[in-house]
């Protein structure tokens, strides 16, 4: 049986909506389903433990990022769990590096044909992480943005050009195994298991299916520089600076001097006292039309 998981209405208007156009779709098609609905994001967590205790498998989340994240991480074997995704329009940087449908209509169809794809995804001490992990310049400007009353792609741009020109970069330790450590004071680092942030290429050579992640950072100084790099973020274009470093990786470890580490993690701002990353490769079975 598919299980719905519907992101709240107070996480986005569409949810409900569009669940309820699945709904009719299915019933149409005379698909057995079950479908729950949600006052906030953390009700996620309890009904998927509730459902996989039962000994439910398949799942299609009608939601984005956030969404996804609280499901995979309420699943403590994921590897047991197959699911499919129909985007909501909002924080749908996991859907966007899979090639999803948009329209939710198609997006069902896809899902229903049951065929299973097998894509990558991070592990970040305790948890899981789909998408990537970005500290430094990035960070900091959630922060700013997170405080400002209105919120949108304008005010977003607003607050990263503002941090851009003020951040002095944060002082970190990092290293592969079997690599020496290295310490530089960072303006931006990512860590991409898939390629976009906030619709943008973050990380256009990143990968869901290769086993790896694409970890890249830049070390700047200069006011201007630091500008024009973050304007370069917008179409992904930073990668080819000469100052940013890239690297293919299956594990990092980075530390600070100072023992906190602010950085996004699918979108989230989180502190950390370390980090200890690794790729799980093929670690999520999603309903994805290999036509994509």
Do not use: C
Not at 7 to 36: C, D, G, M, Q
Not at 190 to 211: F, V
Not at 234 to 256: A, D
Request: glycine share 4%; net charge positive.
């Amino acid at each position: 049986m598919l299980n719905l998981i519907v992101a709240p209405k107070t996480h986005n208007e569409n949810a409900e909506k569009i669940a309820k156009r699945i709904v009719s779709f299915l019933k149409t098609e005379k698909i057995e389903y079950a479908v729950f609905f949600h006052e906030k994001i953390e009700d996620i967590t309890a009904n998927v433990k509730a459902l996989v205790a039962d000994n439910e498998s398949e799942f299609v989340l009608i939601g984005d990022d956030p969404i996804i994240s609280t499901f995979v991480n309420a699943t403590k074997d994921i590897t047991k769990i197959k699911f499919g995704i129909v985007p909501i329009g909002g924080q749908d940087d996991f859907a966007l590096s899979l090639n999803l449908s948009f329209n939710p209509v198609q997006a069902i169809k896809d899902i229903i044909k049951k065929e299973v794809d097998n894509v990558d995804y991070l592990t970040l001490n305790d948890q899981k992480v789909i998408s990537n992990i970005s500290i430094g310049a990035s960070a900091e400007a959630k922060e700013l943005f997170d405080s400002y009353k209105l919120k949108n792609s304008l005010t977003r741009t607003i607050a990263n050009k503002k941090n851009a020109a003020h951040f002095e970069g944060v002082e970190l330790t990092f290293y592969s195994r079997g690599k020496q450590p290295k310490n530089e004071v960072v303006f931006e680092l990512t860590i991409a298991n898939g390629g976009k942030r906030n619709g943008k290429n973050i990380s256009p050579l990143a990968n869901l299916k290769d086993g790896l992640f694409n970890f890249n950072f830049v070390t700047l100084v200069d006011k201007k520089e630091k500008k024009v790099y973050v304007e370069k973020q917008e179409n992904g274009e930073h990668i080819y600076n000469e100052k940013t470093k890239q690297y293919w990786l299956n594990n990092i470890k980075i530390y600070s001097p100072n023992n906190k580490i602010k950085a996004l993690v699918d979108g989230k701002l989180v502190l950390f006292d370390e980090m200890i990353i690794s790729v799980v490769e093929n670690g999520l079975k999603i309903f994805r039309s290999q036509n994509n």
